[in-house]
């Protein structure tokens, strides 16, 4: 064989094809998820149902009861005032304004405990009426929905911190109509 002729060992071989390398086809693929998955969050949010203009809530409060004799003599209605303002003979002098005024005062007495917010407590909802009343009837407080009886009236009346000077109070009379305790001692 001449130099000329020689033939090449291992040429069969075909010449390696350059392809992208591998970080250019993990960042393809990275790309790829980005842009399918910003596509899903616009379809869904195009299919989302859009809300309609906003219901007014229905009032389910009823009217107060201002007159004591509008109160349905079936209904228990009597009231327990209770002193947690720290006022001496508040809630004697309260109750009495309101038995004066008609309302069915029971007991009056002082609380364990001191509060800034007067508090209209009834444990029915058919009280809640009277409940309103009673909070009109003072000028201050709040009218709120007890768990329970809270004293042994169906409400009860908290004198908190903003009652004195701004509620209606009387000397309470001896006649015996309303029984006052003293505040029972702090546990």
Known sequence: MSRGTQQRVGAHRAPAERGWPWWA???????????LTAAGVFA????????????????TAQAAITDPAQIDPALDASISVLDASGEPGLAAGVGQALADAGWDVAATGGSTEQGEATVVWYDSPELEPVALGIVGALGVGE???????????????VLGA????????VAPSDDGDITSSPAPPAP
């Not at 086809?25 to 842009?35: C, E, M, R």
């Not at 009218?143 to 009346?157: D, E, F, L, N, V």
């Not at 903003?162 to 109070?169: E, I, K, Q, T």
């Open 44 to 59: 869904l949010e195009l299919a989302r149902p859009r809300a309609t203009a906003p219901t007014m809530p229905v009032e």
């Open 162 to 169: 903003d009652a004195p000077g701004s509620v209606p109070s």
């Open 143 to 157: 009218a709120q929905p007890s768990a329970g009886r809270i004293s042994g009236s169906p409400i009860t009346i």
């Open 25 to 35: 086809i993990a960042l393809a693929a990275v790309a790829a998820v980005v842009l």
